[in-house]
């Protein structure tokens, strides 16, 4: 079945270092969006990719989105301990009704 | 946040039990969606409504039953469950119907404990 999977599981970085987390699907995606989970919180929407190649920053987060529009990743400039949490990508299901979610990357961050 | 709410946020219960999860969206929204999260499947979908009728089922155990009374309000009854249901289980909505280009509105969940 369709399935998006993301690495790395668990990331761990100094504060000040960047940070990458790469989504990837087995099947061609119409759009994909980011979530972000602080520790004993819920998902909260970070951003929605659509265009083939797109690239849009918030911050010191940037997005982008593959040419084949089969894959996608999140980077953070200069991680702070706020930026903690699990990052998860989702893309659509092929009826277009759902999202399916990856695993997500759980970064944690030391000062 | 308080644009979708869910109570109880905390519930033990024995596997003979019958209880139900509530979930209330506040934005006007026209989809609603139940996920079960836990440490081996994170954000695992169960139950879409879109216009107050159930669009998805991902092969959910019958002893899950969901309702959805109007466009607000949803819900989660328990019976028989088992150890292995213990887990977070999240409610979100979507403005414009349930639709992959639709940004998910999450609850801050029920974090449901079977014994």
């Known amino acids: 079945g369709q399935q998006v999977m993301q690495i790395p599981q668990y990331q761990h970085v100094q504060e000040g270092e960047d940070f990458t987390t790469y989504c990837n699907s087995s099947t061609t995606l119409s759009n994909i969006q980011w979530y972000k989970q602080r520790p004993g919180g819920h998902p909260v929407f970070l951003i929605q990719l659509v265009k083939s190649g797109e690239v849009k920053k918030q911050k010191r987060l940037t997005f982008q989105f593959g040419e084949a529009k089969k894959n996608s990743s999140l980077h953070i400039t200069a991680t702070q301990t706020t930026d903690v949490g699990t990052y998860f990508c989702?893309?659509?299901?092929?009826?277009?009704?759902?999202?399916?979610f990856g695993k997500g990357t759980t970064l944690s961050v030391s000062s | 946040e308080t644009g979708v709410t869910q109570t109880p946020r905390h519930l033990v219960m024995g596997m003979t039990n019958k209880k139900s999860l509530k979930c209330e969206q506040h934005?006007?929204?026209?989809?609603m969606y139940w996920y079960k999260q836990s440490a081996k499947k994170p954000l695992e979908l169960m139950f879409v409504y879109n216009f107050k009728e159930q669009t998805e089922n991902n092969s959910v155990p019958s002893r899950f039953s969901p309702e959805c009374p109007n466009s607000s309000h949803l819900f989660l009854h328990l019976h028989t469950l088992q150890p292995e249901d213990s887990a977070l289980y999240l409610c979100?909505?979507?403005?414009?119907?349930?639709?992959?280009?639709?940004?998910?509105?999450f609850g801050p969940g029920t974090r449901l404990t079977v014994l």
């Open positions: 979100a909505s979507s403005p414009r119907g349930a639709a992959g280009y639709n940004e998910q509105f």
């Open positions: 934005l006007g929204h026209n989809a």
């Open positions: 989702a893309g659509v299901n092929q009826a277009g009704t759902a999202l399916i």
